[in-house]
């Protein structure tokens, strides 16, 4: 580049030493002096000499040879461009401080030698005296213009940015880049390409600093939409752990886990991939593939019903009647501990029914109660009390009766309101005068076959009683109550004597823990069963509410030791009954393993006549019926077995455990007769 200013510069030295003038900046427009191969090159009066524009006199078309004019113009002659050593060059309007016009020199001296270089070759014009200033400043603003090349082309081009690389090439030909970057290939350099964008999603790649777009999360990947659903900053496209936020790979953990390498139970599996990491187990059994192991697993559920695969000792879940199928109600028809879901005869009978017939006709209010020994028959219109050691026909032998009480005493009690004392050998009642100017309790001596009244003056109570038991010296009672907090009524058997009896009261909360006490209807019964009291009992009211306070009939526990007289005594209300009560329900205790039952044994319902006015109210949209029964097991917490009675069973009917069966007394219509009902051999 620097080689060719030089010759030109050479060039515009030898035509002054010829005789000629430059033309001035205004003449060629350039500032400069005009290079040109021919006259055509030149402005008009202008021809080329020696490659440079010099004025004619004459203009272009003038064959006159061009001497010197009077206004110190010089043209070179023929003559003097051929003989270069008689050539005088015009210094124009300079003169040497002697005043002197310089001596011709010869053209060796202008022409630098073959090897020197430009700067030297200007060095050596500017040292001569011959030469005009302005020329060698003209040369040297010639020199100075940024000049690069491109690839395979060495000719001198613009060089606007001074990096060396021609502007027609150059990727930012405004802005210095020697090395030419261009990361996403756009022919755009990074130094000026306001996206570099290496996926061309039309987001750019972060680090570069000409970016005005916005930074791609996935700068690999092209994602246009960048999705980044855990908000950790980096897209899902490229994310390894796309919806954990505290990782963006796996590692040694997993994604959504901690990365916990320690081995806090030493098995040799770290925390984080060991499925029990505070308990050992080699071998890391997981048998229902929840990502727990078995020996840490509370609930061991392949079938994922919420009920455990009986055998794994860790469980605390209740253990599923079929294992492998998705059973959630653990319906169980015919109670022989093979869920319907997966027994092969689901239908066969739970119970087995056989009908007696009992002592006497026309009994609908009765009492059954086993001392162990003896079925104890009481029938409360008539006053009548019997007892058989198996409740079969012609087996009932029949004791005093209540008669010689007096007509105050109201026919006896409800359904099932005998409690039996084994202590005092007693069984007790209590309720109130036909007056309605005394409460009393009343009891039969079991061992003298005699009847005792206990009287208490005072205000008596608004309705009826139900359901007595006796447990741990207590006997426990249910009024109807409508609204009543004072519902459930207790007694110190002891205390009972025949001039003295006290009672306190307390409630029985709709649900465990609340205050609001529950209303008992003629559908209410109690039954002992391990030294607990379950009750249950219907949601009558008057009126009913809409919708029931606590939807559903009812099956609840308490335990007897906290009784809150006058407060709220706490229940545990167990499970929804599978149907409606009504007057005429039952409630008895079973041992463990009847009819299948687990270890705590479980209770038997029967559902009772159609719910109306004191008997209990009845959904609209619910069918009740007086011909269901269900079995409850305790320790399963649920009702395993849901089946029919042989007959609908009205009000008056009451049912004891006797003997290892369950003795039912009929109500209603029938109340002639006795179902004795034994579970059906599997």
Not at 241 to 260: F, R, S, Y
Not at 422 to 432: A, K
Not at 598 to 621: E, R
Not at 649 to 674: D, L
Request: with cysteine; net charge negative.
């Amino acid at each position: 580049m620097r080689q060719h200013h030089t010759i030109q510069f050479v060039q515009v030295a030898l035509a002054i030493a010829s005789g000629a003038t430059l033309g001035s900046c205004a003449d060629c427009g350039q500032g400069i002096a005009m290079h040109c191969s021919n006259d055509d090159d030149c402005p008009t009066e202008y021809r080329c000499v020696d490659l440079v524009c010099a004025r004619s006199p004459g203009g272009q078309d003038s064959a006159a040879p061009i001497d010197a004019s009077s206004d110190g113009q010089v043209v070179p002659t023929d003559a003097a461009r051929n003989d270069a050593s008689a050539a005088d060059v015009n210094a124009g309007d300079s003169a040497r401080p002697d005043g002197q016009v310089p001596d011709q020199q010869p053209l060796d001296r202008l022409v630098p030698d073959a090897g020197s270089t430009d700067s030297a070759a200007r060095d050596q014009l500017a040292t001569d005296a011959s030469v005009p200033d302005a020329l060698i400043a003209d040369a040297a603003l010639e020199d100075a213009a940024p000049h690069g090349h491109c690839p395979g082309n060495s000719d001198p081009l613009p060089d606007s940015d001074l990096d060396g690389i021609g502007d027609s090439c150059d990727n930012c030909p405004l802005v210095s880049n020697a090395g030419q970057e261009d990361f996403d290939t756009d022919g755009l350099g990074d130094i000026c390409d306001t996206c570099t964008d290496g996926d061309g999603d039309g987001f750019g790649n972060p680090g570069y600093t000409a970016n005005t777009c916005i930074v791609d999360n996935c700068p690999a990947v092209d994602n246009p939409g960048q999705e980044n659903g855990d908000g950790d900053g980096l897209g899902d496209a490229c994310d390894g752990c796309p919806a954990d936020p505290a990782k963006t790979a796996p590692l040694l953990c997993g994604c959504g886990v901690v990365e916990d390498t320690a081995d806090s139970d030493t098995d040799s599996v770290i925390n984080c991939l060991d499925n029990c990491p505070l308990t050992r187990n080699l071998s890391q059994t997981d048998t229902d593939l929840d990502g727990q192991g078995d020996v840490c697993d509370t609930c061991t559920d392949t079938d994922g019903d919420g009920y455990g695969n009986p055998g794994y000792s860790n469980n605390s879940c209740r253990d599923d009647n079929c294992p492998n199928d998705s059973n959630p109600p653990q319906q169980d028809s015919d109670w022989d501990g093979l869920g319907d879901a997966c027994d092969p005869r689901p239908n066969e009978a739970v119970i087995g029914f056989t009908r007696v017939t009992g002592p006497v006709q026309g009994c609908n209010g009765a009492s059954l109660v086993s001392d162990g020994t003896d079925l104890w028959y009481l029938c409360h219109g008539q006053k009548r009390i019997f007892s058989s050691p198996t409740g079969a026909t012609d087996s009932w032998t029949e004791h005093t009766s209540a008669s010689s009480l007096g007509s105050d005493v109201y026919p006896l009690m409800g359904d099932s309101a005998m409690g039996y004392d084994p202590i005092g050998q007693r069984l007790i009642m209590s309720r109130w005068s036909l007056s309605g100017t005394s409460e009393h309790v009343v009891y039969y001596n079991m061992s003298s076959d005699s009847w005792t009244l206990v009287r208490r003056p005072g205000n008596p109570a608004p309705t009826s009683n139900q359901a007595h038991v006796v447990v741990n010296g207590w006997l426990f009672s249910a009024w109807i109550g409508i609204g009543s907090s004072n519902n459930l009524r207790r007694f110190v058997v002891a205390d009972i004597t025949p001039t003295f009896f006290d009672e306190e009261y307390s409630g029985i909360p709709f649900v465990a823990n609340e205050d609001s006490p529950q209303w008992f209807s003629n559908a209410t019964k109690m039954a002992v069963h391990n030294g607990m009291v379950y009750l249950i009992k219907n949601d009558w009211n008057t009126p009913p509410l809409s919708p029931p306070t606590v939807p559903g009939d009812q099956l609840l526990r308490f335990d007897p030791a906290t009784f809150a007289f006058t407060g709220i005594t706490p229940a545990v209300r167990l499970e929804t009954l599978p149907f409606e009560l009504g007057g005429g329900s039952a409630l008895v205790a079973l041992p463990a393993g009847w009819a299948g039952l687990g270890a705590q044994g479980g209770m038997l319902v029967l559902s009772g006549v159609t719910p109306s006015d004191q008997n209990g109210w009845c959904p609209p949209a619910t069918t009740c019926r007086a011909d269901l029964y269900a079995i409850y097991d305790v320790a399963a917490d649920l009702f395993r077995a849901t089946a029919t009675l042989p007959a609908n069973f009205g009000g008056g009917t009451s049912a004891a455990f006797h003997k290892g069966a369950v003795v039912i007394k009929m109500g209603g219509s029938e109340n002639y007769y006795f179902y004795i009902a034994r579970p059906v051999p599997n």
